[in-house]
């Protein structure tokens, strides 16, 4: 092995006996699925994990796109004959190598740069390889898989990363796995570092592992030691000031996205934003507490309408946390209690209801869903103090968007993990449901004092008009009797019957379908394409039962001409109370129901306010099987309607 070769190379590949693993890291892979969002968090995370201690200065990230000629990417000849030595041993890493060799002769290339202000930046890099924990320039450079800690456990609680695995998204959005990171520290020392991504391969009749580090080196001991270039490089890759700036050439180009990395920084960081502890430049572009409800409830970035905030919640998160005052909510998890404060709003036109988990840092972890209640109105932040922040970071994926049990192998701390997840959403439920009950009161005291008059004077007049009255004194009423009747009346009637009789035999018996016809109400509309029949189902045909969480109801249609061949229906529901008035367009199925399930098929079926779609009907039977919600309301009686 050439040594002074080895020295010469901007870029170092730490030797193997031989190769064992033919395949990138698997981490580069989860990232790229992540896109920009997961890049431009990681990378503001980091910032913000820096700040300057006792500073009362927000963290200022400059992020930047453009293009550089290939000649100003330091060492960048020395990867691409590497990469050029690359073979893939299966289709995906053909696939990945074949794609990163497409890019080796192109002359212009695009770039992202995330630079930090205010921020304590890398310490020791002079000292290189040191291994000390003291040194984070040693453990950012040249360790995967390590993450420092703080001194203080105040400020290690509240940083965003844990896993020390962050730094390789950064590799995941360049088309040849590489990236840049140049430092200036207190001392105004100035340095640049970086790395690449490759596979286990050989070179020059050497194997070497697949991550190298752009980095000098000292061979003059028995042991190597890696020590940082001095930054005297192109202007891109400058950082004169105290901070960090990461360098990402030969960018990917789905992440090349200003509009996607402004909504990265609203989606994720509107709470550090809000609270003035972070600061962005994008391009030309300024985020900062005073300007970032320009972007949130800008029609460009997000949809503004509440009835579409399907898959988007930001805005609706940004209204909750400004508007709603704080409910403190307990969670346990069997050994301890965690006390969070919860924004909550409930709006019936929110059509999925989510609660942004948000640590003190001002980092959303992840859309929470509340078991049972995803598609329930209603809109929360959740924000919990140091001791939760600790208990949130354990609970987090190694890319911080999601609270899991998985972290723990110990059987203890993972059952007390699943305790508190299933907690958490067992609160929150209970607040969701207060809500709905005030706003929707199901029992309770009924005044029916006019309700019993009215049915009375009813009854009255009922009375009179079928059997008459007679008048006596002192203006009192008796109903009359009918009396008995006459023969001859008698005599009429058998004659009747007889002639009633004889019609039965010479006429065909019409028999009524138990399906009538219902006028639609967009029936007049006739620039309506496909329009569909809709018919009232008659209560013979129906049988309904409620038993614990499950109603079950069966709709037997074999005695109806109108469905013969029909396959699949639409079923509407109405309230009818107890006088026989029906409610149309009261029945919304996602407040009384978690799931309606065909039977026959096993399949669940779609639903949305009053209707059940595309229901299939089995040799003319339909059989129904509804997951009930808390607040339903099982005293409510139903007019069901078929549409075909």
């Not at 203080?152 to 360049?174: F, P, Q, T, Y």
């Not at 994720?268 to 300024?286: I, P």
């Not at 929110?350 to 859309?367: C, H, L, S, W, Y």
């Not at 009524?512 to 967009?522: A, E, I």
């Amino acid at each position: 092995m050439d040594l002074q070769k080895i020295k010469d190379s901007r870029w170092k590949f730490s030797p193997i006996p031989n190769i064992e693993e033919s395949n990138f890291n698997k981490t580069l892979e989860r990232f790229f699925e992540m896109g920009i969002n997961g890049l431009t968090r990681e990378n503001i995370q980091n910032s913000l994990d820096g700040h300057l201690p006792n500073s009362e200065k927000p963290v200022i990230v400059k992020i930047k796109t453009g293009t550089i000629n290939k000649n100003d990417i330091p060492g960048i000849e020395d990867v691409k004959e590497r990469i050029r030595n690359l073979e893939g041993h299966n289709h995906y890493t053909k696939e990945t190598i074949n794609h990163m060799k497409k890019r080796l002769d192109d002359e212009e290339v695009r770039y992202i740069s995330f630079e930090d202000i205010n921020t304590k930046g890398l310490t020791g890099a002079r000292n290189g390889q040191s291994g000390s924990k003291k040194d984070t320039w040693s453990i950012y450079a040249y360790n995967k898989g390590v993450h420092f800690e703080e001194e203080d456990s105040e400020r290690e609680v509240a940083r965003g990363g844990s896993h020390g695995i962050g730094k390789i998204a950064s590799n995941a959005a360049s088309d040849l796995h590489v990236m840049y990171f140049a430092n200036c520290d207190a001392n105004g020392d100035q340095h640049l570092g970086g790395t690449v991504q490759l596979v286990e391969h050989e070179y020059e009749n050497q194997a070497y592992r697949s991550t190298g580090y752009f980095t000098d080196v000292d061979l003059s001991s028995n042991k190597s030691k890696f020590y940082p270039y001095e930054n005297n490089f192109n202007e891109v890759f400058k950082k004169d000031t105290r901070g960090l700036k990461i360098v990402i050439p030969y960018l990917r180009e789905k992440y090349d996205d200003e509009k996607g990395i402004i909504k990265s920084i609203c989606d994720n960081f509107f709470l550090a934003l809000l609270e003035n502890k972070l600061e962005l430049h994008v391009n030309d572009k300024v985020i900062t507490k005073d300007t970032i409800s320009q972007y949130i409830k800008n029609q460009e970035y997000y949809n503004q309408e509440i009835t579409e905030a399907k898959k988007e919640f930001t805005p609706l998160y940004f209204d909750t946390y400004l508007n709603m005052g704080p409910k403190e909510i307990v969670v346990n998890n069997i050994k301890e209690d965690f006390h969070f404060n919860l924004y909550f709003r409930y709006d019936e036109r929110i059509p999925r209801g989510r609660v942004g988990i948000i640590r003190t840092v001002g980092m959303k972890i992840e859309d929470f869903t509340v078991s049972g209640n995803a598609t329930k109105p209603f809109n929360a932040v959740l924000i919990g103090g140091l001791k939760e922040d600790a208990y949130l970071k354990s609970l987090e994926n190694e890319s911080h968007t999601k609270l899991s049990k998985d972290n723990f192998n110990d059987p203890k701390l993972n059952r007390q993990a699943t305790r508190f997840i299933n907690n958490l959403s067992r609160e929150i439920a209970k607040i969701i449901d207060e809500a709905i009950q005030q706003l929707n009161p199901t029992d309770g005291l009924m005044e029916t004092e006019d309700i019993l008059y009215v049915a009375e004077v009813q009854l009255k007049k009922d009375l009179k008009s079928s059997m008459g009255t007679v008048k006596v004194s002192k203006g009192k009423s008796l109903v009359k009797s009918s009396g008995n009747e006459r023969q001859k009346e008698k005599r009429n009637k058998k004659q009747n019957k007889g002639q009633r009789e004889k019609s039965k035999n010479t006429e065909t018996k019409r028999k009524r379908d138990p399906l009538k016809w219902q006028k639609s109400n967009d029936e007049a509309d006739t620039t309506t394409e496909e329009t569909k029949e809709r018919y009232s189902a008659h209560p013979e045909m129906v049988q309904r039962v409620i038993l614990n969480d499950r109603e079950m109801i069966k709709f037997d249609f074999t005695k109806s001409k109108q469905l013969n061949g029909i396959q699949s229906c639409d079923i509407a529901l109405s309230i009818i109370d107890g006088m026989g008035n029906e409610y149309k367009d009261e029945v919304n199925l996602h407040d009384n129901y978690k799931e309606i399930r065909d039977m026959s098929t096993g399949k669940t079926c779609a639903y949305k306010e009053d209707i059940i779609k595309d229901v299939p009907i089995n040799d003319g039977i339909v059989n129904l099987q509804m997951k009930l919600n808390n607040t339903f309301n099982r005293s409510l009686k139903f007019v069901y309607y078929v549409e075909v």
